[in-house]
């Protein structure tokens, strides 16, 4: 069974940083593209951005909002993926999802963790 | 930047069909995909590949994509399928992910 599990999530005053994990079981994670999507209060979803697998390059790419302050980094030795984000405004409050991409169909989120909370507030 | 739009809400009776626009320029050129939202849930992969179903969704939804529309369609409508439904495209110019605005389903 996939399973992927959110951790990290937290209150973070604007202009600081934060960390969140996602740990993943049930598949081969170095094999497998990874994403993080976020989904502000009451809105709707927004991809944040992905890491490919090291055999396809292990490259990251962003969405706009977000290029230049966040990260993606993976560790296949424990199927772990991160998302570094720094300089942190109001608006990168959401919850934040890890997903796999391409898992069983390409290009689509196939698979979701069940999210963390991040609040960026004074 | 490519734009997904989709109807705010729809509200739909017990066993009757509800219909799902997804707007997009020239969207029957890529592939479609929808995921379905229930309050307090992650988002359900429930449409691939414009019109596949993973494995476990009912063939009460279907889809199709021509155009500038793609539609999701749920026959025989239940309470259950009361939810968010956003459609998803790669936009391969832009190099991104895209979701649409989501429409939320309203089961009478």
């Known amino acids: 069974e996939v399973q992927l599990v959110e951790s990290g999530g937290g209150l973070v005053k604007p202009g600081g940083s934060l960390r969140l994990s996602c740990a993943a079981s049930?598949?081969?994670?170095?094999?497998?593209?990874m994403s993080w999507v976020r989904q502000a209060p009451g809105k709707g979803l927004e991809w944040v951005g992905r890491?490919?697998?090291?055999?396809?390059?292990?490259?990251?790419d962003f969405a706009a909002p977000v290029k230049g302050r966040f990260s993606i980094s993976r560790h296949d030795s424990n199927s772990t993926v991160y998302l570094q984000m720094n300089s942190l405004v109001t608006e990168d409050t959401a919850v934040y999802y890890c997903?796999?991409?391409?898992?069983?169909?390409?290009?689509?989120?196939?698979?979701w963790g069940h999210g963390t909370l991040v609040s960026v507030s004074s | 930047s490519y734009v997904l739009t989709q109807p705010p809400s729809l509200s739909v009776a017990p066993g009757r069909t509800a219909r799902i626009s997804c707007g997009g320029d020239?969207?029957?050129?890529?592939?479609v995909h929808w995921y379905q939202q229930k309050p307090g849930q992650a988002p359900v992969l429930v449409i691939y590949y414009d019109s596949e179903r993973p494995s476990g969704i009912p063939e009460r939804f279907s889809g199709s994509n021509s155009g500038n529309t793609a539609t999701l369609t749920i026959s025989g409508v239940e309470a259950g399928d009361e939810a968010d439904y956003y459609c998803q495209v790669w936009d391969s110019s832009g190099d991104q992910y895209v979701f649409g605005t989501g429409t939320k389903v309203t089961v009478l």
């Open positions: 049930g598949f081969t994670f170095s094999n497998t593209w």
């Open positions: 020239n969207i029957g050129r890529k592939n």
């Open positions: 890491v490919k697998s090291d055999i396809d390059g292990g490259t990251t």
């Open positions: 997903t796999t991409i391409g898992l069983t169909v390409s290009a689509s989120f196939d698979f």
